[in-house]
Every structure is written in structure tokens, then in C-alpha cells.
């Protein structure tokens, strides 16, 4: 007979263990639903609070609550003042690696030429105040445009062409500094700007009847008293409703047509990457008008010659035509590529350099192009070396450029920086320069 299969019978306590709970009993009253329960659903608590009481609030000091409201005004209208402040405020700038100032300078500068600004103004022009004017100057209103003289209504050709040339420059070093602050295409605006007016002042000769002609000023510095005066006179320019002077240079204002051939020619690389075709044609138009000024035989300074800069004398005369030559030769050699304007340059700077007045030495300003035109070729002689037979002339000027560092970096002490560079350069660099 078969044993029967062993059964297996669990205990309380083998059945409270396998309970979730800690206790024997309570597993077992849970299991089996042995929890007394009671005969009313909603038993209520009993409370020691047998009464509802009504509780009487009064004002008994006036001057308290009056006090109390005052101060709640106060401080709503301290938070709002704060808010407004907090949202009206200009916002601190980011650095963009250097002074955190210096965008904010940089914009207002420019805007000092949009303010500027002749002839028919773009709907864009960020100076709103200003308005169309100068629509009569020039012969047949072929000048119109341009820029405006500082505080007067006049137009100088040879200060807007440095000025041009300048600023293109700026744009050729510091192209991704200008783009990084958002003012790449408003300087490079401002350049168009003068550059088209620059292309008016060039007429070429289209026979041998009808020699070259180059425009050097707008308007009258009240030499004559039969004239309008656009110098003493502060008037707005929209008001300008007369025809203005003009004054009329041939080919040997060698200085002005230095100049513009200069400007133009740093305008191409500048508007190179805005529009290729403009550039070309701004190439083109340099070299028309060095190729015209290095043919004439009696070149001089546009204010040698009365008609041609004879007002422009007393507020911008030109010492000297020789620095124009050679600093119109740099920019055509980096514009073009072609290195007969360098050779043209390197033959001819240290003829410049003699020409150079002692009280102009090292400084850089419309007047005198010999020191820029040094670090120009400085730059040119360390960055791509072109060899012989340009190097004597390079030198010449890498040394300039050491002695003009030497005057800026004083032996004297510290050369401190910008507030935002927190730098400070010993008079051990000049050393280094070999002063």
C-alpha cells in the first residue's frame, strides 16, 4: 500500500509570518476580517467648545492705521521705482574682449557721420533729425553728397578722402572686431557713403580740349563777400536753398589726387566681401586718377594753387604732395597685387620722408602720411617679406616705425591700457623693439 503524500498544515505562527505585518495577531485579525466594526459610520467628536462665541473687533487708535497705510504706499511705490529702473536702465554691455565702453564709443563716432551726411539721405539714416540737403551742389547738381566739415556746411575733398581712407583701414585690421559689436555694416555704409561722393570729384579727360578736372571744395569759407557763408554762418544745411561755390583743381593738385586715389583704392578691400563689382570699380577709379597725377608735369599742393585750394588754405593746407604719391602707391599695391605701384613706393618714400616738416615728424594726421605709410610697409615687410629689390626701403621704414613705438612707450614708467584690459606695458617693450 502506497504511503499517502505527507500534508503540510502551516501553523498561526508560520501563517503570521507569512503576512505583511509584524504581529501574529494582527495578521490573523486582517487575513480573516475579524476588525470590530462599528455601528455608526460618522461618530463625532466630542468638543470642549460647546458654545460658538462672536468675537467684536474695533479701531481704538486712528493714528495707527493712518500710520499703517502710509508706510504700505511707501513700499509699493519703492518696489515700482525699483522695477522701472531695473527695465529703463541701459544694460551693461559685454566686453567682447575689451573695454566694456568701447562699443558704445564706436557706435557714437559713427554716428557723428551719419549726422554729416549731404544730399538725399537713406530712410535708414539712424540720425532721424536730419534731413535732405546740399541737392544743388556742384555743376548740374553733379556733387551732390558727401560729408559736412565739422560744425560748417562746407565739403573739403582732401579731409573726406583721409577720412574714407581711415576708415577703411579700420575695417581691413579690425573686420571681425566690427562685426562682433554689430557695426560692420554701418561702417561699411558710411564708407559707400563717401566713396560714391569721391567718384564725383574725378572727371577724366575725354579729349585733349578737355583736360581732367578735380573738385577740392563745396561751398564758401567767406572770402567773397558777394557769396553765401557756409563757415561763420551756423545754419542747419536743409536750410541751404542757394548755389554754393565749387572749387576746381587740374592735374597738378598732386596731393588731392593722391589722396582720393588712396581712399578709393583702401575702399575696394573694405566693400570687397559687401559687393565685388563696386570694388572693382573703385580699383579702377584709383588707378585712373594715380595714373593721371603721375603724369602731370607740375605737380603741386592743391593750396598752392588759389583757385583749387586757395579757401581751404587757412583751415586745411598741405604741406607737402610727395607722402600723398607713395601712400596712393601702398594702398593700389595691397588693392591690386601688382607690385610696380610697390617699387613705384619703395623708390620714392625716402624723397617723402625728406620733404617731411620737422614739426610734422611722427605725427600721423591729414597733413602728413609718411608715419602710417611706415607701418603699412613695416607690416607688409614682416608678414610677407617681398625681398629685393624692396628691402633697403623696408628697412627704412621698420626702423621708422621702432622710433616712433619708442616715442609712444615712454622710458619714463608704465604705459597703462584701457580700464577694461587692466594691462600695463613697461618701458622693457621698447627695449625689445631695439629702440
Known amino acids: 500500500m502506497e504511503e499517502s503524500s505527507p500534508m503540510f498544515v502551516h501553523s498561526i505562527s508560520e501563517t503570521g509570518r507569512l503576512l505583511p505585518s509584524a504581529s501574529r495577531w494582527n495578521s490573523i485579525e486582517i487575513d480573516f476580517d475579524l476588525f ?70 564706436l557706435e557714437y563716432s559713427l554716428l557723428f557721420f551719419d549726422a554729416q551726411k549731404s544730399g538725399v539721405l537713406p530712410t535708414n539714416n539712424p540720425v532721424k533729425f536730419r534731413r535732405n540737403s546740399g541737392l544743388k551742389d556742384g555743376p548740374d547738381a553733379s556733387l551732390v553728397g558727401g560729408f559736412y566739415d565739422s560744425g560748417n556746411n562746407i565739403k573739403f575733398s582732401f579731409p573726406t578722402a583721409y577720412t574714407i581712407t581711415l576708415l577703411s583701414w579700420s575695417v581691413i585690421e579690425y573686420h571681425k572686431k566690427y562685426s562682433s559689436i554689430d557695426q560692420l555694416e554701418h561702417v561699411q555704409d558710411i564708407i559707400r557713403w563717401g566713396s560714391d561722393y569721391l567718384l564725383k570729384l574725378y572727371i577724366p ?24 557763408d557756409d563757415m561763420t554762418c551756423w545754419q542747419r544745411p536743409e536750410d541751404m536753398t542757394y ?108 624723397l617723402a620722408v625728406k620733404e617731411e616738416m620737422d614739426s610734422n615728424s611722427g605725427i600721423f594726421y591729414w597733413d602728413n602720411k609718411i608715419p602710417a605709410n611706415a607701418v603699412l610697409l613695416t607690416r607688409l615687410r614682416y608678414l610677407h617679406d617681398p625681398g629685393y629689390p624692396y628691402e633697403a626701403a623696408l628697412t627704412v621704414c621698420s626702423d621708422m616705425v621702432n622710433i616712433l613705438m619708442c616715442s609712444y612707450l615712454s622710458y619714463s614708467g608704465s604705459f597703462n591700457m584701457t580700464p577694461g584690459t587692466k594691462s600695463k606695458i613697461h618701458h622693457e617693450v621698447c627695449l625689445n623693439i631695439s629702440c
Not at 208 to 217: D, E, G, N, R, V
Request: glycine share 6%; proline share 3%; with cysteine.
Open 243 to 350: 548755389d554754393r561755390r565749387v572749387s576746381i583743381c587740374g592735374g597738378s593738385a598732386a596731393d588731392l589726387a593722391g589722396e582720393v586715389a588712396a581712399a578709393l583704392a583702401a575702399a575696394s578691400l573694405a566693400l570687397a566681401d559687401q559687393n565685388e563689382t563696386y570694388s572693382q570699380k573703385l580699383v579702377e577709379a584709383s588707378e585712373s586718377v594715380f595714373k593721371l597725377v603721375r603724369k602731370s608735369q607740375n605737380k603741386e599742393t592743391y593750396t598752392a594753387d588759389d583757385a583749387c585750394g586757395g579757401e581751404a588754405r587757412g583751415f586745411y593746407t598741405s604741406s607737402s604732395y610727395k607722402d600723398e604719391l607713395v601712400w596712393a602707391g601702398t594702398w593700389l599695391f595691397f588693392a591690386t597685387g601688382n607690385y610696380a605701384y610697390l617699387r613705384y613706393t619703395t623708390d620714392n618714400f625716402e
Open 205 to 228: 579727360s575725354n579729349t585733349t580740349s578737355k583736360p581732367a578736372l578735380l573738385y577740392s571744395q563745396v561751398g564758401s569759407t567767406n572770402t567773397d563777400k558777394n557769396l553765401q
Open 36 to 105: 470590530p466594526t462599528s455601528s455608526r459610520t460618522n461618530d463625532p467628536v466630542p468638543s470642549k467648545y460647546s458654545k460658538s462665541y462672536t468675537f467684536k473687533l474695533g479701531i481704538t487708535d486712528m493714528s495707527q492705521l493712518k500710520c499703517f497705510i502710509y508706510v504700505s504706499i511707501a513700499l509699493v511705490l519703492i518696489v515700482v521705482a525699483l522695477v522701472l529702473l531695473m527695465v529703463l536702465l541701459p544694460r551693461k554691455r559685454g566686453h567682447h574682449g575689451s573695454s566694456s565702453n568701447l562699443p558704445v564709443a
